[in-house]
């Protein structure tokens, strides 16, 4: 009879043992789990309109705003055309600017509720004479969003004499 119940009493631990373990292992993922980086953007295009070939530089400014409860992480910033470039600022610290067909190590951080700006600067005069009329350029920012690992930014004008 006691070889019984010391048998039932070590199944009874065991099972119980494992549940707690399974639970409390379950709990703690979760938990990690909870932290997750969200990006939201104020918008993705921007249209300058009419700008003049030799009215030098125009710029677009778009908002990105870290709304998850982990750090958001910006790299890879690049440009679709040789006459523009972008940059980041997070925090009052600008990144280096980037253009077509550039990869960079450069990561910048976001913190959570935290917001950074993408300046995107183009050249009108770079193509010359035969850059008249109307353009889109895009521009690229890689994220650890897992649901939008990048987003693209285009702005457009028509570019007269």
């Known amino acids: 009879m006691k070889l019984i119940i010391v048998g039932l009493s070590l199944t009874l631990l065991l099972v119980f043992g494992g549940v707690f373990l399974v639970t409390r292992t379950n709990n ?11 990006v939201s953007v104020d918008k ?9 070939i030799n009215n030098g530089k125009v710029q677009a400014e778009f908002s990105l705003t870290n709304t998850g409860s982990a750090p958001l992480q910006l790299a890879n910033i690049s440009t679709s055309c040789m006459c523009t470039t972008a940059q980041a600022v997070i925090d009052g610290k600008a990144s280096p600017y980037f253009g077509m067909m550039q990869k960079s190590s450069w990561t910048g951080q976001v913190e959570p509720g ?10 009108p005069a770079f193509h010359g004479p035969q850059g008249i009329g109307q353009i889109t350029r895009q521009t690229t920012v890689e994220t650890n969003d897992p ?5 693209t930014f285009t702005a457009t004008a028509n570019v007269i004499n």
């Open 114 to 123: 935290k917001s950074a700006k993408l300046i995107v600067e183009f050249d």
């Open 44 to 52: 993705t295009s921007h249209d300058w309109g009419e700008i003049g």
């Open 28 to 38: 703690s993922a979760s938990l990690a789990g909870s932290q997750t980086t969200q």
């Open 147 to 151: 649901n939008q690992r990048q987003l």
